[in-house]
């Protein structure tokens, strides 16, 4: 799928792959013995990092038979995470051609292509039949997307009745004060579509899913970027890190993302619903 989606081109990335490749080479890790772990520091792109995909899957029953779904699946941070860690099948989709073409090389070179598939597509319209996935997941996607509703209803269509859905996400806080851009996932207005956070149950409970668990996580996203802003003062950016998505203004993405959250702009929240 061609990169004209002003989102997809928002994310897209020139030879990533090899820049990732040559950043771990940098680091003193070969290819050819590249593990899941040494990837990281990029795949997992979104808030907190793999502490925090590790925090939501602990919620989730998984066994090797099921079939998960990652809807923004990125780098495939989070399908490689599950198969190796939970043994599960995970197919990721993701709007940004770039990501899914490096998705899939990088889940080959840590041996786990027969565990993983990576397709270009839009969470709008997902290339799935009815009832398809035993669990479906997504970190810090639905920002982009305006049609809620129709994000929610496609997840819900393709998810098995009483499948689990679990989620990372951005909300809309209390304050009404000018929101900071750009950010991680916009770089202006136009492509970023907050809701608060009762709206966005109001909108699962729409589609047919019920809570289980539904968290606060606002605080500990603050302290992780105080924290990685302060590192990034003091040493520098790492050879292998978020800045080779987010490009050189990362650190001013993440300052106004801070802001944006200290200033209760935003609040972000993790949460296990299931379909009825």
Not at 197 to 204: G, P, S
Not at 223 to 246: K, Q, S, V
Request: with cysteine.
């Amino acid at each position: 799928m061609p990169n004209e989606d002003p989102v997809a081109s928002h994310y897209a990335s020139a030879d990533l792959a090899e820049r990732i490749l040559a950043a771990l080479e940098a680091g003193g890790v070969a290819r050819d013995a590249l593990t899941v772990d040494d990837l990281a520091s990029v795949d997992a792109f979104h808030i907190r990092g793999r502490a925090a995909t590790e925090e939501l899957a602990q919620g989730v029953e998984f066994d090797a038979s099921q079939r998960v779904l990652d809807v923004g699946s990125g780098l495939g941070g989070t399908a490689r995470f599950l198969a190796s860690t939970r043994g599960c099948h995970v197919t990721g989709v993701d709007l940004t051609a770039t990501f899914c073409d490096v998705a899939g090389v990088l889940s080959e070179l840590v041996g786990l292509g027969a565990r993983n598939e990576f397709r270009c597509g839009s969470a709008l319209e997902l290339p799935f039949d009815d009832d398809s996935f035993d669990v479906a997941w997504t970190e810090h996607v639905q920002m982009n997307i305006a049609d809620k509703r129709r994000f929610y209803g496609e997840i819900a269509r393709v998810l098995k009745p009483g499948g689990a859905f679990a989620f990372h996400d951005i909300c809309a806080g209390p304050s009404t004060s000018s929101f900071a851009f750009p950010v991680p996932w916009a770089g202006d207005a136009s492509i970023s579509h907050l809701v608060s956070v009762d709206e966005l149950r109001e909108l699962l409970a729409s589609v047919g899913f019920e809570e289980q668990r539904f968290e606060d996580k606002t605080d500990a996203s603050v302290a992780f970027f105080r924290g990685a802003l302060e590192r990034n003062r003091t040493e520098g950016p790492a050879p292998l890190g978020l800045h080779l998505l987010i490009g050189p203004d990362a650190p001013a993405k993440f300052a106004n993302l801070l802001d944006n959250a200290e200033s209760k702009r935003v609040r972000v929240v993790q949460a296990i619903v299931r379909r009825r």
